[in-house]
Structures are given as C-alpha cells and as structure tokens.
C-alpha cells in the first residue's frame, strides 16, 4: 500500500464477519486500502463457511459500516437474499439524523437513496445500531484482551493465518465463557 513516506509499506486490513453473540464467522486480510470490494467476498465466504457448518438458516440481514457502501454491494447481496443495512456516509459524532420521509417511495431514487431511505426509518436504525455491539468489542477484545495490536508476520498468506488463528481463538474464549 502506497504510504506517506513516499515508499509502500506492507500493510494489512483485517476483515471480519460476526454473528449476534459475537461469534466471527468469516475472517480475511486484504492490502487493499478500500473495503468497498471486501463486502461481497465476505459474504460469500460467511455463506460458505455456515454450509460447511451445517447451518441451513439464511443470513437474513447484514449490516455493514460505511466504508462498504456501493450501488453494487447492495444489488449483489440482495441476489444472495441478504437484506443489507450500508450506511451510505459517515456521521458525525451526536450527529442528528433527518426525519424519514412520508410517502411512496419514488421510483427514480437511486441505490444510494434508497439506502439511506432505509437506515432512517425506525426497524433501520434499531438494526443498524446494533453493528456497534456486535462487530466494534470483537476488535476491541482482540487488542485488550489478546493484546493483538499488528501483524507479527509478513506477506499476506502469513497475516492471513494469524488473523484466522486470532480469530478462532476470540471465538474458542467466547464459547468457554459461555458455557
């Protein structure tokens, strides 16, 4: 990834996919500095890792921050059957949202409209709060808790299995706990 000291540094971003009770379901490293072409692959990754599992319920709905928000994220998870809650921008902190809009929807509104129609009626804000509770203390029990704040190998297999490896020992503490 090309960096500001005017060189490229080997970076990179981890992805995850959580259920509600904070089970990670699916987990990848990417170089890519945009996460825009990381909601579909994770999907699917998250789709064929609930088959391998035996798990014959569907998603039903994902919600994903702002950073995966595209005209062809939504189209593609709506032909998986999943209902996508994107948030189309980022908010300001306290930020207040705009009232929904009465009505029909009209039908030249585009995607990105559309979605933010969504995310600003009431079932789309009590879904989309609850992405903080879920995804957000997963990465912040991984740095706290594992004390797993960088990538202690290179290239990007490498990081890909200690993501993984962290992963699967985040979920191992959760079951534990659990039970």
């Known amino acids: 990834m090309k ?10 971003i981890a992805q995850a996919v959580a259920n509600q009770s904070q089970i990670i379901l699916a987990a990848d490293v990417t170089d890519q500095a945009n996460d825009k072409r990381q909601a579909v692959p994770m999907m699917d990754q998250t789709l064929e890792n609930l088959k391998a599992a035996g798990v014959e319920q569907p ?6 921050d ?3 928000f595209s005209e062809a994220n939504t189209s593609a998870l709506a032909k998986r059957d999943i209902d996508a809650y994107i948030a189309t921008e980022r ?8 009232p929904v809009p009465r009505g029909r929807i009209p039908e030249n509104l585009s995607a990105k409209q559309r979605m933010v129609r969504k ?7 009590e879904v989309y709060a609850k992405r903080k509770g879920i995804i957000e203390p997963i990465f ?3 740095k706290q808790v594992l004390g797993f704040r960088q990538f202690s190998m290179r290239g990007l297999v490498a990081m890909r299995g200690e993501w993984r490896l962290m992963c699967t020992v985040h979920n191992l503490l959760k079951l534990w706990r659990h039970a």
Request: proline share 3%.
């Open 3 to 12: 960096a500001s000291n005017k060189g490229w540094d080997q970076i990179g």
């Open 140 to 142: 912040g029990q991984m």
């Open 66 to 68: 702002s950073g995966y």
């Open 59 to 64: 998603i039903g709905a994902a919600v994903i």
């Open 119 to 125: 995310l600003r009626t009431k079932k789309g804000r």
């Open 91 to 98: 908010l300001k902190h306290n930020g207040e949202i705009p």
